[in-house]
């Protein structure tokens, strides 16, 4: 089991806790985060988005790849052997993209 994996299912309170971050209806927090079509074609900065290509729960296909379409200078990395937490799984992939970007 991964170590967020432990954290989330291993800690009998946790679980509660985080359902408590999150209370009411999940939609009102994606709708708090949404940007229109326009929004993101007026997006002027440099962007790198990664992606775990095993991601099954949120697949980069529908996600990801799909928003980068709507960002001119959208970069996309997608992440082969990887998931949902590229951090956990490839922690020195992300820091050398953030590098990268960050100069």
């Known amino acids: 089991m991964r170590t ?3 954290v989330l299912f291993g800690d009998p ?3 509660a806790y985080f359902d408590s971050m ?13 940007l229109t079509p326009d929004e993101l074609a007026r997006v002027r900065c440099e962007i790198t988005m990664m992606h775990g290509r095993d991601d099954r729960p949120f697949p980069a296909e529908q996600l990801t790849l799909t928003l ?3 960002i001119p200078q959208a970069d996309v990395i997608l992440l ?8 956990m799984e490839h922690p020195a992939k992300l820091i050398d993209a953030a590098r990268r970007l960050f100069n």
């Open 4 to 6: 967020r994996e432990r």
């Open 22 to 34: 999150f209370g009411g209806d999940k939609r009102d927090y994606v709708k708090a985060t949404l």
């Open 80 to 87: 082969g052997s990887c998931s949902h937490s590229i951090a």
């Open 68 to 70: 980068s379409k709507s």
């Open 13 to 15: 309170d946790y679980g």
